[in-house]
């Protein structure tokens, strides 16, 4: 597609159910982020996702979450038992290379929990 | 490893204004830099980027930004501020050897005084 694609746009959701969150690149983009930003807060990272590379998990808050891609495509962010404060708007990005890379941005996953 | 700070998580400017927003950022090898910008209930986009060949880096909508080697320093500005400035921006840091994720500032929402 021509743009980063993301979905479902708005997602409500249970305490306590499991919520899957998809990103579509733009083709041929070989690096893949995700992000979490609460309400009034900056970017927070979550994972990233380079080629067939190990994937940096190191922004993940909790064993709760977890993030697959297959090779160069969709990427899928699954929050299980979700909690209230997993509220946010969940933003993925991709890019041709992370190296001067420019990144284009989806926009956006908005999950609340009630 | 690399990281970027945000000085100011809120900036008010009067409209015509200067707008100066600080980043400073750390990294163990030449990065690239970036500044992002996001418009209320729009995703985010490029404003401009480092890549090491000019230090002084002009940007969509008049903004530009300087590359200050001796004090880790990538701030943004605009001699004179407009409405439609009035967004949330962020800062950005990549390395320029090797696959490392693009790294975010904490972001700096700005808001223009009539």
């Known amino acids: 597609g021509a743009g980063v694609s993301q979905s479902p746009s708005n997602k409500v959701t249970e305490k306590g159910k499991d919520v899957e969150l998809r990103c579509d690149p733009i083709s041929g983009h070989t690096a893949l982020y995700w992000y979490r930003q609460r309400l009034g807060q900056g970017l927070e990272f979550l994972i990233y996702?380079?080629?067939?590379?190990?994937?940096?998990k190191s922004g993940l808050p909790s064993d709760r979450f977890s993030a697959e891609r297959t090779g160069e495509s969709v990427s899928t962010l699954t929050i299980q038992r979700t909690q209230q404060e997993d509220s946010a708007v969940y933003l993925c990005?991709?890019?041709?290379?992370?190296?001067?890379?420019?990144?284009?941005f989806g926009q956006g996953t908005r999950l609340t929990v009630v | 490893a690399q990281s970027v700070t945000q000085l100011g998580s809120h900036v008010s400017v009067s409209e015509g204004a200067l707008v100066l927003l600080r980043c400073n950022y750390s990294?163990?090898?030449?990065?690239?830099l970036f500044w992002y910008v996001q418009y209320p209930n729009q995703g985010l986009q490029l404003l401009l980027k480092y890549t090491s060949a000019a230090t002084l880096v002009k940007g969509i909508n008049g903004f530009e930004a300087e590359f200050k080697k001796s004090e880790t320093s990538f701030h943004l500005t605009k001699p004179s501020a407009h409405m439609s400035d009035a967004a949330e921006y962020f800062c950005?840091?990549?390395?320029?050897?090797?696959?490392?994720?693009?790294?975010f500032g904490t972001g700096t929402r700005l808001t223009i005084i009539p």
């Open positions: 950005a840091v990549s390395s320029t050897f090797g696959n490392e994720k693009l790294t």
């Open positions: 990005a991709s890019s041709l290379a992370s190296v001067g890379g420019k990144a284009f």
């Open positions: 990294s163990s090898v030449p990065p690239y």
């Open positions: 996702f380079q080629g067939n590379s190990a994937p940096d």
